[in-house]
Antibody, heavy 119, light 107 residues
Framework: QLQLQESGSGLVKPSQTLSLTCAVS????????????WSWIRQPPGKGLEWIGY???????DYNPSLKSRVTISVDRWKNQFSLKLTSVTAADTAVYYC?????????WGQGTLVTVSS | DIQMTQSPSSLSASVGDRVTITCRAS??????LNWYQKKLGKAPKLLIY???SLQSGVPSRFSGSGSGTDFTLTISSLQPEDFATYYC?????????FGGGTKVEIK
């Protein structure tokens, strides 16, 4: 059974960079034909879900235009993990951040990690 | 961006009730529509993909229908474990977008 687990700093100061990693176990992050990708999704407190972006094991990425200027998603196939960096954070970036496997849907999710932006 | 609008935003229902949630896309998305169940403190759970395909392990009381711009999630007989927030999500084009959610509460 595929499992995903987020890790990273739970508290980030305004203007700094949020960094999270998603470790994938029970399966490989790689696929022969890029049949799936790996996404980051967030949910601010009391609000809905927002897709941040995804990466294929080949390294190809796609980002939400609303965050594109501040987001970088990378993949480490050897460690079977992928990562999120979000720069210049503000309080509006406070959210639970999820990683998820992506086909045309998000079928496997991490448990989520709360990141609070505060001085 | 494709906007996804869910209605109602919340509803109250009793165990055993039939519940219907609708999702409307701002443009045609064919059948690229998925439904998720979200409980407090838990990750979203995929229920329905491609508008009407039941994800493995999901009870058959959940069903989805629709194509184009209008979609429906139906719970045929609401169970206690079904009280949650439900989200639709389009995968027709980037950026991938979610509806605002429908909170199903106990009546």
């Amino acid at each position: 059974q595929l499992q995903l687990q987020e890790s990273g700093s739970g508290l980030v100061k305004p203007s700094q960079t949020l960094s999270l990693t998603c470790a994938v176990s029970g399966g490989s992050i790689s696929s022969d034909d890029d049949s799936w990708s790996w996404s980051w999704i967030r949910q601010p407190p009391g609000k809905g879900l927002e897709w941040i972006g995804y990466i294929y094991q080949s390294g190809s990425t796609d980002y939400n235009p609303s965050l594109k200027s501040r987001v970088t998603i990378s993949v480490d196939r050897w460690k079977n993990q992928f990562s999120l960096k979000l720069t210049s954070v503000t309080a509006a970036d406070t959210a639970v951040y999820y990683c998820a496997r992506t086909d045309y849907y998000f079928d496997y999710w991490g448990q989520g990690t709360l990141v609070t932006v505060s001085s | 961006d494709i906007q996804m609008t869910q209605s109602p935003s919340s509803l109250s229902a009793s165990v055993g009730d039939r519940v219907t949630i609708t999702c409307r896309a701002s443009q045609s998305i064919s059948s690229y529509l998925n439904w998720y169940q979200k409980k407090l403190g838990k990750a979203p759970k995929l229920l329905i993909y491609a508008a009407s395909s039941l994800q493995s392990g999901v009870p058959s009381r959940f069903s989805g229908s629709g194509s184009g711009t209008d979609f429906t999630l139906t719970i045929s007989s609401l169970q206690p474990e079904d009280f949650a927030t439900y989200y639709c999500q389009q995968s027709y084009s980037s950026p991938l977008t979610f509806g605002g959610g429908t909170k199903v509460e106990i009546k």
